[in-house]
């Protein structure tokens, strides 16, 4: 095999040499959990990996990663991370691969937050929209800083990706297959609410992406197994309920995902904004046949 005269090389049979980005012929996911604006810690991770390089070029080759969800709010430069994700797309997809990000609740109280400002959530209610995206979070210097291509790159996000086997959404909650019987279905209803004016569509929207630990449990397993079975895939990544939450350990002893309900369910909140170190999780891309149509209970 020719010695590739530059250690830099995209090629689609990267482990024939030691020099080649990949070590490994197949391409990997790799998934980040909420990054809440943490603009300089998600560099030092994605660099830590190799996924982009000092000056934030692309070094993944054809691998996907996937942002999953609470990419603002919280942490000082939620516009620079979406600054940074919308830069790394272009790029990785000029190279192969493939970035993707989902949304979360943090993005949908934010849009909500600059579009219906200081509008009451429902007819009685005294919460605003502003009110509550503050209240949670909400950075005024992002909000001021919005611009047009940041609200279109929000408005556009998926809210359910599939990668292989592997099933991707922000939050262990059990609204998604109430939104569709397919991920398309889901997506299109989630940007439905985003483009329409209603401002009830949207508190309910905002209520139902809150909850938390829908997949623990038995009954949370069997609802893991029928959200897998319609949406299909082997296993969810999720986002949103910090895994020192759910362990009850300091954030900064969190070190890896934590894999839960028999290995079908993997939480990825490495709970950076609470002072954890922070991860990437990263897996082989397997696809094996799996069918849609399962029926829900919960
Ligand atoms: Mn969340």
Redesign the pocket.
């Known amino acids: 095999m020719p010695h590739p005269s530059s250690p830099i090389v995209h090629n689609n049979q990267p482990d024939v040499c030691g020099l080649c980005y990949k070590k490994t012929a197949m391409p990997e996911l790799h998934v980040v959990g ?1 990054t809440h604006g943490h603009l300089n810690e998600l560099r030092r991770l994605l660099r830590a990996v190799q996924i982009i390089d000092a000056d934030d070029n692309w070094l993944a080759s054809q691998d996907t990663l996937v942002l999953l ?2 990419m603002v709010d919280r942490g000082p430069d939620g516009v620079g991370v979406i600054d940074l994700l919308t830069q790394i797309q272009e790029d990785a997809r000029a190279h192969g691969g493939q970035v993707h990000a989902v949304l ?3 993005e949908v109280q934010l849009l909500a937050a600059r579009q219906f400002g200081d509008t009451a959530r429902a007819p009685e209610s005294t919460h605003t929209f502003f009110g509550d995206w503050h209240r949670w979070g909400g950075v005024l210097e992002d909000l001021a800083r919005l611009q047009p291509r940041h609200v279109h790159w929000l408005e556009q996000l998926p809210t359910v990706v599939r990668i292989g086997d592997d099933l991707l959404v ?2 262990d909650a059990t609204f998604y297959p109430r939104y569709g019987r397919s991920v398309d279905e889901v997506n299109a209803t989630v940007a439905d609410v985003l483009a329409s004016v209603d401002v009830a569509r949207w508190d309910a929207m905002l209520r139902d ?2 909850e ?1 630990h829908a997949f623990e449990g038995d009954s949370g397993a069997q609802f893991l197994g029928g959200m897998l079975a319609r949406f299909g895939g082997r296993r969810l990544i999720h ?3 910090p895994i020192c939450h759910v362990l009850g350990q300091p954030p900064d002893s969190i070190s890896r995902a934590h894999i839960y309900a028999g290995g079908r369910c993997v939480n990825v ?1 490495h709970g950076v904004y609470l002072g954890g170190q922070g991860f990437v999780f990263t897996t082989t891309i397997s696809t094996s046949a799996t069918t849609g149509g399962g029926v829900l209970t919960k």
Do not use: F, R, T, V
Request: hydrophobic share 20%.
């Open positions: 909420d969800g609470d979360g609740n943090h922000h939050a992406m809150l938390k986002g949103h309920s909140d």
